[in-house]
């Protein structure tokens, strides 16, 4: 395993759409959601993470809560991973990186809005792999992303995201943390 890449980004849906139709010209892929379960059968697969219901919508007002997906070649048999140590019954258990070195985390830019305040949460693409699939997967969301988003302070931001941004929405990490702490233009 490598030390890691990921691109830090905030985008709206429509953002997103031409990003998966740029990488989806160049590779068939499953988006398979990152959530523990008692059993590796009954995952939630999607051949594009904008068929999630909760795609794009933070239940939390901090960007770790949202949806994550792991993202591999269609073809690409999963690895069920159970936690290790854990002090439960049961064992719950993943697909993880870890264990499907094919893979890249995508984890999506998502809305909150609730009593903790209204923001866009930021998203990011990451992978710890070395495998030639999770670099091409990484390098052509990372190249899609660059060509459809700016560069505002030390992240990409979609179009949309962009407009909220302008129209003075808050684009951050968490919305308890002080505005300050926002991504904000030059």
């Known amino acids: 395993m490598a030390r890691g890449k990921r691109i830090w980004h905030f985008a709206t849906k429509a953002d997103y759409e031409p990003v998966l139709m740029d990488v989806s010209e160049q590779m068939r892929l499953k988006f398979v959601v990152y959530e523990e379960r008692l059993q590796p059968t009954d995952f939630r697969v999607y051949g594009s993470p904008l068929e999630a219901p ?3 919508v933070s239940s939390q007002p901090d960007w770790i809560q949202g949806i994550q ?3 591999l070649p269609e073809t690409a048999p999963l690895h069920f991973e159970y936690w290790p140590n854990r002090q439960v019954q049961e064992k719950y258990g993943f697909f993880g990186q870890q264990g499907n070195d094919q ?3 995508f984890h999506p830019s998502s809305f909150y809005h609730g009593e903790k305040g209204e923001g866009l949460l930021w998203g990011e693409i990451n992978t710890i792999s070395e495998h030639p699939d999770s670099l091409a997967i990484f390098d052509a969301f990372k190249k899609s992303i660059r060509k459809h ?4 302070d030390v992240c990409y931001v979609g179009v ?3 407009k909220y941004l302008d129209a003075g929405g808050r684009l951050t990490q968490d919305l308890r943390a002080p505005c300050e702490r926002d991504i904000q233009r030059a």
């Open 54 to 56: 909760e795609f794009g």
């Open 69 to 71: 997906f792991l993202v």
């Open 103 to 105: 893979s890249v985390v």
């Open 149 to 152: 988003f700016e560069r505002i």
């Open 160 to 162: 949309e995201a962009a």
